[in-house]
């Protein structure tokens, strides 16, 4: 639904990204929207359609910087019509799409296909991640500069890391010609062979081949070396392990041109959740240690890891109702993320902020990938969330816009979520018919 003018009023703004102009970032306020842009914030505004939101929370459109749609050619798990109707529902406006997708996109024709498929989609943003090497298999690059031109926010073999460390330096001296970030699944496969879940004592009692922490923190400390001579923006995909963030955190203090990413599943599970082969709970990288949980929460509050993306991973039941060693790895995210990262700040006793896990969600992303998103700032386009705190809501298969259903989440429930969704001041998601 489009509006030509239309006040939110009474409502609690919270725009991390104001900090950056010396604006405030939290208060109560109205916002104005006309014309699919912001034009106004301020008390007492008048439109010609005024909506009391009664003290919710509106927040920029959050952004997430790793998604996988499956369209092309894995419709059956999702497509990008479900995939954005479920970010929109999550309260995301912009979502980043990996490349494994069939065929891979690793050349142009498949980056036009994937951003006319997203606007014709109508609901949120859909920016493509173009593939590092051709078909995904670490033997040649793929065409960047052409995927670039077509409209790639950043380079990433996804699941399947570059094992060969000098394709990974001409692909970063290639991307940095064009400011694309290089996201790496940070996996050693030597080190890993082919482990399902996480080693330690839960996967020895339950008799699941796993593989060490150290295949990640390893992978991140080459790339980090060759980062460091290249110069290109690396970007840790999904850090799961303590010994990442540290990495992490003292690349930053080098001044690497590093950034990070935590999933909320990598911040609230451990591998005890997958004691009871429950194959949602099987993701890559697999779920660690109660002590790594700590050590990227603290990381995420202190700005070590900049942003939180979902990794959202459909699969359909063919992939998941399989043996745990034989199930695909991955679980949904988008309509989850808001809820999780609620409870987390709330089970935190303040040290994860309101205004930081608004900023992780936004801001935060946006800068990662230099995306035009993750503001309130009047002038900018109205892709914007607002969120009930209070609003509660169990996890369930009918709830979920997803095509796929595959969430160690289902009958959880949860306080807080998106209620409204805009995208360029279009609704896109209007839980409770404010809009209607």
């Not at 929207?33 to 009664?54: C, P, W, Y």
């Not at 606007?119 to 690059?141: D, F, K, N, S, Y």
């Not at 065409?143 to 031109?149: D, T, Y």
Request: net charge negative; charged share 25%.
């Amino acid at each position: 639904m489009a509006q030509s003018e239309l006040v939110l009023a009474n409502g609690r703004v919270i725009d991390p990204a104001a900090a950056r102009t010396g604006g405030s970032v939290d208060r109560h306020a109205d916002v104005r929207i006309q014309d699919g842009k912001i034009v106004e914030i301020g008390a007492g505004l008048r439109g010609a359609r005024v909506i009391d939101l009664g003290g919710l929370w509106v927040v920029p459109g959050f952004v997430d910087l790793h998604v996988h749609l499956r369209e092309p050619g894995q419709e059956y798990k999702e497509d990008i019509v479900t995939g954005t109707r479920a970010a929109a529902a999550g309260g995301f406006t912009t979502v980043c799409c990996m490349p494994n997708t069939r065929p891979v996109n690793d050349q142009r024709a498949v980056t036009e296909l994937i951003v006319r498929r997203g606007r014709e989609a109508g609901l949120v943003r859909v920016h493509p991640i173009g593939a590092i090497t051709v078909g995904l298999e670490g033997q040649a690059l793929a065409e960047i500069a052409e995927m670039r031109s077509a409209g790639i926010v950043a380079i990433s073999d996804d699941g399947r890391p570059v094992m060969n460390a000098g394709l990974l330096r001409r692909a970063m001296e290639y991307a940095r010609t064009f400011g694309l970030p290089v996201v790496q699944h940070a996996e050693d496969l030597d080190l890993a062979e082919g482990g399902s879940m996480n080693e330690g004592a839960v996967a020895t009692r339950i008799g699941v081949r796993s593989q060490p922490v150290c295949a990640e923190s390893a992978m991140v400390a080459r790339d980090l070396e060759i980062c460091g001579y290249t110069g290109a923006h690396y970007h840790v995909a999904h850090a799961s392990a303590a010994r990442t963030a540290h990495l992490v955190r003292d690349a930053k203090r080098r001044g690497l041109p590093v950034t990070a990413e935590v999933t909320p599943h990598h911040l609230v599970l451990t591998d005890e959740s997958c004691s009871h082969y429950d194959t949602n709970t099987k993701v890559m990288p697999p779920l660690r240690t109660r002590a790594d949980c700590e050590a990227l929460l603290e990381a995420l509050i202190d700005g070590t890891i900049d942003c939180v993306a979902t990794d959202h991973a459909p699969h359909s039941p063919v992939e998941k109702h399989v043996e745990f060693e034989c199930a695909a790895p991955g679980m949904l995210g988008l309509e989850t993320a808001l809820p999780i990262l609620l409870e987390l700040a709330r089970d935190s006793g303040g040290k994860l902020s309101i205004p930081r896990l608004i900023e992780v969600f936004t801001d935060g992303p946006a800068r990662v990938f230099g995306l035009p998103s993750g503001t309130l700032a009047p002038g900018v386009v109205a892709d914007l969330t607002v969120i009930d705190p209070d609003r509660v809501n169990q996890v369930s298969t009918e709830g979920l816009s997803s095509r796929s259903k595959n969430t160690p989440f289902l009958g959880r429930t949860f306080r807080g979520r998106a209620v409204l969704t805009m995208v360029g001041g279009r609704t896109v998601h209007d839980l409770d018919g404010r809009l209607a």
